[in-house]
């Protein structure tokens, strides 16, 4: 029976060789050139969501030139005593290789302000993003999640929330029409910053 | 074979590793709390293997992450249990780490030089939690996606880098596509790959050092082979069972799939991570900023953690650690338990949850019709089905006057807070705003269309309606009424002291007063009649704006075409833009109808000037007395009067008409065309002479179509050519009956100039409509889920403990 090939014993391993500068140089340059490729390659590509350019929505068949949704309800069907009514916004959205025409992105409460006008808020929580609803009972919004609550114009309610609810531009259009600017903000933070 | 062994063993020299694995030295003895690091390798097998055939039957996308998800668990072979097994494996694998890291802690053995070791542990533990984490998603069910959401929410509240990490994450700005396709590689790639890595150091480096009994003494020195191997393999197998129990007596669920527009209150992270959760629901807390809560003290606190080694380098710093771990687990034991409890308490979410459970109930019942799922996804198919629509629209919409069945349609009932003589909120016993059941004011719909609804319209059509008497409207009449009388009392008095000569002075100033006075009354009944019109005006005008904002998109896809170098249909665009300028025109007409009867808002009168000539005074009295009369009062309604004529109820209610009178009815149920009220044909056609001729085998009743003579015998029901109208009975209660009154009720074909109920033309779509009618008219894909049950009981004895009960 042969013995197994002893390594240890291999003069090369036990002395680290003063010559071959050159080749230890080449070594750790060919090994990072072979290593690093893929790796930032792939990092870039992995990047990709911070990096590729968001091409320039041609135009949106639904928006107008301001960049407003109709909503397909008048203001006259907003109850006159204030209280908010829940109304869905359709837009197209473009995931990744997909357009999905029409569909729901999202919805918008709309009330009477004191004023009279016509006030929309995002139904997003500024907080953690679940769904605000609004609580018939104590007239006001509440987030069921962890119980962020606003009053009727948005503002927060206790220290669950980091500010209020996002207010929406509305626009009123020919024969009262409502149209908004269906935009999305950032959660946690204080300040309202569009996303 | 001991030859064959040989020869491998000198290719190899496995026998030397296996001796090396197998005959490891345990001082103090093999013991049952070494078991849990062998235990944590075996679920990570388990989940390796049911991982990767799982694998082999998962598609990360949008639209079909879900759907295989529930093709596994529905249809494939053992599907549900290699599902099952997975799921609970996982959530086996977090409560062993938590006793492994106990053990560890309190037993020393993080101490040195086992330091590093320690580390290499804790990073394995971030690495579980983050397949946990990231498994949790990859169903894209409602459950997975808004929990995920709340996560991805708080790593972008990171100072600094948050913002870009969040995108990093979730392959974009929104959640898509990528979001799947990168949780996917996160965890069926990158987090096993690391675990395996770390794995191997955690292990080579704990057997470089080897066990560090607390009791050397508590037994003899033995091997791992074969007494720990059979502690462990005892405790793995306990572990088993565990899992396999759970999958086959619980089994995974698979909530509704992931619909980002709608809203899910019932988001819960899974029950490991609760604690957190709760922790974000505390004011002291948030107050500080959702960085402080999120990241910040769980930083410090696992930072604490981190330096357990240093710190345990002096008795006193190992009991603080011993101290500190004890005390988190308590922490952390019960803010899990007050999650659930307050949960528990809390009926929003209760409700909240059997929602999402129904709907994941109906969605997998609608996957298994003939047409399958859609190439769209799953989530079209609740999202186009009325059993699921339809109550959500009534509670939005309806539920404000009506009911159904006394809730809201979804099960809720309505509440509100009401104030006390002080101006603040009536508090209940827990020194809360109590909540007061909200009376309805209109019709219960539970029953519409049914025998028992007819039944109650036709022999108790006073009580049929009574609900409409507590609304503002039928009040501020009722009010009305009362002061007409009273004119009218005053009008004649004035009458007979005048008697057949003409009025002295002092005479025609009494008339020209009750005269002032008719005019203030007619100002205010006239303006709301007016006001109804408008809401009729408004409903025809909210269908064609909805036309006209149709042709609008229509048009600008075809110019968006055009400016984007596409070939396009030139006659077709102008053909569009034809229709376009058309519909404006005529809602410009409808509008400016509007806006002239906005102007004769401003002045209602009736009458422009008071008088003292008793005929004109007259004359203005019974004209007002006339549109009183047309207001809808059950009380007072022709209807109502049908029947109070005693002879009439008499003969419906006879038994020698009891046929006759069930024949009427069935008649009235056919006319909805409705298949799941089964109408009998013959005893409707029976049924039908009873309607058109009033004759019942013992006496009769009114000619039905004497008043409602709108009714055809065949086609369409018709506008109706007076002011006001007898309900066209029609085709009554059909899902195109319905969709025609919800949308314009003050049509002259339903209530004309009585009406009371709004336009929903304006505010509701076609898609909304057609999805509300088809539920009330029970026209959906058939289901074995339950109604809600009944809260009609619950409102009356609600109803009673309001403050202002009669």
Avoid at chain 1, 39 to 59: E, M, N, Q, W, Y
Avoid at chain 2, 732 to 741: Q, T
Wanted: proline share 5%; glycine share 8%.
């Amino acid at each position: 029976m042969t013995d197994p090939t002893d390594a240890s014993a291999d003069p090369q391993t036990s002395d680290i060789p003063r010559r071959g500068f050159v080749t230890r140089a080449l070594a750790g340059l060919v090994g990072a050139v072979a290593g690093l490729v893929p790796l930032v390659t792939g990092a870039a590509f992995f990047l990709d969501p911070l990096l590729r350019k968001k091409s320039a929505a041609g135009g949106n068949a639904r928006k107008d030139s301001e960049g407003y949704i109709n909503l397909r309800v008048t203001a006259d069907a907003l109850p006159s005593d204030g209280s908010p009514q829940l109304f869905k916004v359709y837009d197209d959205v473009v995931d990744a290789w997909n357009k999905f025409p029409n569909v729901e992105v999202g919805s918008v409460w709309l009330r009477r302000n004191d004023q009279g006008e016509v006030a929309a808020f995002s139904s997003i929580c500024p907080h953690l993003g679940c769904a605000v609803d609004y609580r018939q009972s104590d007239r006001d919004f509440y987030c069921p999640c962890h119980t962020s609550a606003f009053d009727l114009d948005g503002d927060k309610k206790n220290e669950i929330p980091p500010r209020g609810m996002d207010a929406l531009d509305v626009k009123v259009k020919d024969g009262n029409g409502i149209w908004i600017k269906y935009e999305k903000f950032r959660a946690t933070i204080p300040e309202k910053v569009v996303i | 074979m001991k030859r064959l062994l040989s020869w491998l063993d000198h290719r190899t020299g496995f026998k030397n590793l296996l001796h090396e694995a197998l005959y490891e030295r345990v001082p103090g003895g093999a013991r049952w709390r070494y078991v849990w690091g062998s235990t944590l390798v075996f679920t990570f097998v388990v989940q390796m293997i049911t991982g990767i055939f799982l694998w082999m039957a998962y598609s990360p996308s949008a639209q079909t992450a879900w759907e295989s998800v529930y093709f596994i668990q529905e249809h494939m072979t053992l599907g549900w249990l290699v599902r099952g097994m997975h799921h609970f494996a996982a959530q086996a694998m977090v409560v062993l780490l938590a006793f492994h890291l106990i053990q560890v802690i309190i037993d020393g053995a993080y101490r040195a030089p086992r330091e590093v070791n320690f580390w290499l542990g804790l990073i394995l533990m971030q690495i579980v939690l983050g397949l946990s984490l990231t498994g949790y998603l990859l169903p894209w069910d409602q459950k997975g996606y808004y929990a995920t959401q709340v996560a991805t929410k708080i790593l972008g509240a990171t100072p600094l880098v948050g913002q870009q990490l969040q995108t990093l994450v979730q392959g974009g700005p929104e959640y898509g596509h990528h979001t799947l396709t990168r949780f996917f590689a996160m965890h069926t790639g990158i987090l096993p790959g690391l675990l395996v890595f770390f794995l191997v150091l955690h292990l080579a480096v704990f057997r470089r050092h080897g066990i560090h009994p607390k009791k050397l003494d508590h037994a003899p020195t033995t091997t791992f082979f074969p007494d720990q191997v059979l502690k462990d393999g005892v405790a793995c197998l306990a572990v088993l069972a565990v899992v396999m129990l759970l999958a086959i007596f619980k089994g995974a669920d698979l909530g509704a799939p992931a619909n980002p527009a709608e809203a899910y209150s019932a988001a819960r992270p899974e029950w490991y991570f609760l604690f957190l959760f709760q922790f974000l629901r505390f004011e002291e807390v948030e107050h500080y900023g959702l960085a402080f809560g999120a990241i910040y003290v769980p930083g410090l606190l696992m930072l604490i953690v981190v330096l357990m080694p240093i710190v345990g380098r002096w008795k006193a710093g190992h009991r603080f650690n011993v101290a500190f771990t004890w005390l988190m687990a308590i922490a952390i034991i019960g803010l899990t338990t007050l999650s659930f409890v307050t949960d528990a308490r809390d009926e929003g979410f209760t409700l909240a949850v059997e929602e999402a459970e129904r709907d994941a109930k109906r969605v997998k019942e609608l996957a298994e019709g003939p047409n399958r799922i859609p190439v769209e996804g799953a989530a079209s198919l609740l999202k186009t089905d009325p059993f699921t629509q339809g109550p959500r629209l009534f509670a939005k919409h309806c539920a404000s006057c009506h009911r159904y069945n006394g809730h809201d349609g979804t099960g809720r009932m309505v509440y509100e807070q009401l104030k006390g003589k002080d101006g603040n909120p009536i508090e209940g016993d827990d020194g809360k705003p109590q909540q007061f059941v909200v009376r309805p004011t209109a019709v219960d719909l539970g029953n519409l269309g049914s025998r028992d609804w007819f039944r109650s319209l036709l022999l108790d059509y006073k009580r049929h309606f009574a609900e409409v008497k507590h609304s503002t409207w039928y009040r501020s009449n009722a009010a009305a009424r009362e002061q007409h009388a009273k004119i009218a009392e005053r009008l004649k008095k004035a009458k007979t002291a005048v008697g057949k000569g003409k009025p002295d002075p002092r005479q025609t100033g009494e008339l020209r007063a009750i005269s002032a006075s008719l005019i203030e009354l007619s100002k205010r009944i006239r303006g709301d009649a007016l006001g109804q019109r408008l809401n009729r005006l408004q409903g025809d005008r909210g269908q064609l704006a909805k036309e006209l904002a149709d042709a609008e998109v229509a048009r600008n896809s075809l110019q968006q075409q055009l400016s984007a170098d596409v070939e396009v249909d030139q006659s077709l665009l102008k053909s569009l833009a034809n229709k376009l300028a058309e519909k404006k025109k005529t809602l410009a007409a409808k509008d400016a109808e509007i806006k002239a009867l906005r102007n004769e808002m401003q002045s209602p009168d009736l009458f422009k000037t008071s008088s003292g000539d008793p005929a004109v005074v007259d004359r203005q009295n019974s004209r007002i007395g006339e549109w009183l009369a047309m207001l809808f009062d059950p009380e007072a309604s022709e209807m109502a009067a049908w029947y109070d004529d005693e002879e009439a109820l008499k003969s419906l209610n006879s038994d020698k008409n009891k046929a006759d009178f069930e024949n009427l009815i069935e008649f009235l149920v056919a006319e909805s065309g409705r298949d799941d009220l089964s109408a009998d044909k013959a005893k409707a056609a029976k049924g039908k002479t009873v309607f058109k001729s009033g004759k019942l085998t013992a006496g009769s009743v009114g000619i039905c179509t004497d008043c409602h003579d709108s009714w055809k015998e065949t086609g369409d029901f018709t506008p109706s050519s007076r002011d006001f109208s007898y309900p066209d009975v029609t085709r009554v209660y059909s899902a195109k009956w319905l969709k025609s009154f919800i949308s314009n009720p003050a049509r002259t074909q339903f209530y004309g100039v009585k009406n009371r109920m709004p336009a929903y033309a304006d505010r509701l779509s076609d898609r909304e409509l057609d999805l509300l009618v088809r539920w009330l008219v029970r026209d959906y894909f058939p289901t074995r889920i339950p109604d809600h049950e009944s809260k009609l009981d619950a409102l009356q004895e609600g109803l009673k403990e309001r403050p202002d009960a009669p």
